[in-house]
């Protein structure tokens, strides 16, 4: 069971904030992988949910594979955009940790200028935290995150402006131009204390050959994870290979935390409450799940 005193830096966790009394409904984003163990847990965690796969048209042959990868998060924020509650949308090697439904909202649930939270980061950064413990901040990757309506109608538009921009063929970051998009149309953006899950997939050659790292895992989890990732698989090296991947990321994680990568010097001299900011970043990697 998840540690109620670890769940949030300065909130408690109650019945309103539970992520699945919170979400309207959760999409998972697939094309041909095995969804099995994810909707597993989901349906074990009470959450409504759905797989979105994608099929495979002959006009998609030269289609790069980011671009085929926001085609698909488009179709889950065009049905995020009809949902009266906010949605959490999960790519299929997307793997929680236990008693993920039980982990609090990132954000204010009320507040009405939530753009998008990210539940799992990736060179992630924290801009502030409020008396509440909740952080805005900036991550790339869109392997779990929560939209609202209006962020997700939004969010069309930054796919049409890629589609302008890039064409169908040609590769591009989309996602890490989600940040910057939302808070051009004055939302605000979330990042957890910790990662609620795992990215469980294999590295990713087409980020590698566009100068991008091609593996990229959780720094620090809310807890243990509910299932052994894919790169973890029994032919993978199973737990022996998990152990090392989670070390790796925590050091990676600490690293970026020490070289000011995660909490910059100039948000720290920006900030009213710097101390609060040091807090929330340092107390985040005080963790004995790796």
């Given at each position: 069971?998840?540690?109620?005193?670890?769940?949030?830096?300065?909130?408690k966790?109650?019945?309103?904030?539970?992520?699945?009394?919170?979400i309207?409904k959760?999409?998972?984003?697939?094309?041909?992988?095995?969804?099995?163990?994810?909707?597993?847990?989901?349906?074990?965690?009470?959450?409504?949910y759905?797989v979105?796969r994608?099929?495979?048209?002959?006009?998609?042959?030269?289609?790069?594979?980011?671009?085929?990868?926001?085609?698909?998060?488009?179709?889950?924020?065009?049905?995020?955009?009809?949902e009266?509650?906010?949605?959490?949308?999960?790519?299929?090697?997307?793997v929680?940790?236990v008693?993920?439904?039980?982990?609090?909202?990132?954000f204010d649930?009320?507040q009405?200028?939530?753009?998008?939270?990210?539940?799992?980061?990736?060179a992630?950064?924290?801009?502030?935290?409020?008396e509440?413990?909740?952080?805005?901040g900036?991550s790339?990757?869109?392997?779990a995150?929560?939209v609202?309506p209006l962020?997700?109608?939004?969010?069309?538009?930054?796919?049409?402006?890629?589609?302008?921009k890039?064409?169908?063929?040609?590769?591009?970051?989309?996602?890490?131009?989600?940040d910057?998009?939302?808070?051009?149309?004055?939302?605000?953006n979330?990042?957890?204390?910790?990662?609620y899950?795992?990215?469980?997939?294999?590295?990713?050659?087409e980020?590698?050959?566009?100068g991008?790292?091609k593996?990229?895992?959780?720094?620090?989890?809310?807890g243990?994870?509910?299932?052994?990732?894919?790169?973890a698989?029994?032919?993978?090296g199973?737990?022996?290979?998990?152990?090392?991947?989670?070390?790796?990321?925590r050091?990676?994680g600490?690293?970026?935390?020490?070289?000011?990568?995660?909490?910059?010097?100039?948000?720290?001299q920006?900030?009213?409450?710097?101390?609060r900011l040091?807090?929330?970043?340092?107390?985040?990697?005080?963790?004995?799940?790796?």
């Amino acid at each position: 069971m998840v540690s109620m005193n670890a769940i949030a830096p300065t909130t408690k966790l109650s019945e309103s904030n539970q992520l699945v009394d919170s979400i309207g409904k959760v999409f998972i984003i697939a094309y041909k992988e095995p969804t099995e163990l994810l909707e597993k847990i989901l349906s074990k965690e009470k959450f409504q949910y759905e797989v979105l796969r994608q099929q495979h048209k002959p006009e998609y042959q030269n289609y790069s594979r980011s671009y085929l990868c926001l085609m698909n998060h488009c179709n889950a924020w065009e049905k995020a955009i009809q949902e009266d509650k906010p949605t959490l949308v999960i790519e299929a090697d997307f793997v929680p940790v236990v008693d993920f439904g039980k982990l609090p909202l990132p954000f204010d649930l009320h507040q009405n200028d939530v753009g998008i939270s990210w539940l799992y980061t990736c060179a992630s950064q924290v801009y502030s935290v409020s008396e509440k413990g909740y952080a805005e901040g900036f991550s790339v990757s869109t392997v779990a995150y929560i939209v609202t309506p209006l962020a997700a109608k939004y969010l069309i538009e930054l796919a049409e402006e890629i589609n302008q921009k890039y064409g169908t063929n040609a590769y591009s970051s989309w996602d890490s131009d989600i940040d910057k998009f939302l808070r051009q149309k004055a939302l605000k953006n979330y990042i957890p204390f910790r990662n609620y899950g795992e990215h469980g997939g294999l590295p990713n050659l087409e980020h590698y050959k566009n100068g991008l790292s091609k593996t990229h895992r959780a720094d620090v989890l809310y807890g243990k994870l509910a299932f052994l990732p894919f790169y973890a698989s029994e032919e993978r090296g199973g737990k022996e290979n998990l152990l090392i991947a989670r070390i790796q990321a925590r050091f990676k994680g600490i690293a970026r935390l020490l070289l000011g990568k995660y909490l910059r010097i100039p948000v720290i001299q920006g900030s009213s409450v710097p101390t609060r900011l040091i807090s929330f970043a340092i107390r985040r990697q005080l963790s004995l799940h790796l």
